[in-house]
């Protein structure tokens, strides 16, 4: 049982490219979500799904596009990187509403 | 909106020590639930203690427990006979109830657990 991976771990853009960040779970879990971490600060939410075909804005969206076409699968894009979005970006699953999440590895992004 | 405040950046304690993280939230809600995770240099999320605001009773988990005040709207975390695998940044997190993935974390703590 994987629980939730994330790829890659890390990755270095330059300034305007555009590349997207995998995240699959095989926990059948409903929820997911990705969130941010930047120095000395919590995760914050960026998007997040309640199911295939359902997706919606966390706290800090701008910048950042996600789909959920399966269940597994909560993949995030970023259109055109931007120096601001340098951070460490956490997937998680989780069963239920109520449920905690499982997080995967991280993945740390520098864009220079 | 809520927040979740945790008041003490850094923190340092003994082995075999007990220590006490602060954490404390700001919700108009009634029924939420509460969890600590801690993060390790490895860099992974894990999960320590959840509370539901619903239940009196303090959550524990082996040497870790929580000193739950609704009232107070405090959440504080003790860890009792500490050890070096205890080192990391502890998230403290709020979750209002059915609110799906709208986890709040706060800023967190780090400790250091010195042998």
């Known amino acids: 049982n994987a629980g939730v991976t994330q790829t890659p771990k890390f990755q270095v853009l330059k300034t305007g490219q555009s590349m997207t960040l995998q995240c699959a779970q095989d926990?059948?879990?409903?929820?997911m979500s990705w969130y941010r971490q930047d120095p000395g600060m919590g995760l914050r939410l960026i998007h997040y799904?309640?199911?295939?075909?359902?997706?919606d804005q966390g706290e800090v969206p701008n910048g950042y596009n996600v789909s959920r076409s399966t269940t597994e699968d909560f993949p995030l894009r970023l259109l055109s990187a931007a120096p601001s979005q340098t951070s460490v970006y956490f997937c998680?699953?989780?069963?239920?509403?109520?449920?905690?999440?499982?997080f995967g590895d991280g993945t740390r992004l520098s864009i220079l | 909106a809520q927040t979740v405040t945790q008041s003490q950046p850094e923190m340092s304690v003994q082995e075999a020590e007990t220590v006490t993280l602060s954490c404390t939230y700001d919700?108009?809600?009634?029924?939420?639930?509460l969890f600590w995770y801690k993060q390790p240099p490895s860099r992974q999320m894990i999960l320590v203690i959840r509370?539901?605001?619903?239940?009196?009773q303090n959550a524990t988990e082996n040497r870790f427990s929580v000193n739950f005040q609704k009232a107070a709207k405090s959440f504080s975390l003790k860890i009792s006979d500490s050890q070096l695998g205890d080192t990391a940044m502890y998230f403290c997190?709020?979750?209002?109830?059915?609110?799906?993935?709208?986890?709040?974390f706060g800023g967190g703590t780090r400790l250091m657990v010195k042998p």
């Open positions: 998680a699953s989780k069963r239920g509403s109520n449920q905690p999440q499982h």
């Open positions: 926990m059948n879990h409903e929820y």
């Open positions: 799904s309640v199911g295939a075909g359902i997706t």
């Open positions: 919700t108009s809600e009634n029924n939420y639930y």
């Open positions: 509370q539901e605001a619903y239940k009196q």
């Open positions: 997190a709020f979750l209002p109830n059915n609110a799906g993935n709208m986890l709040t």
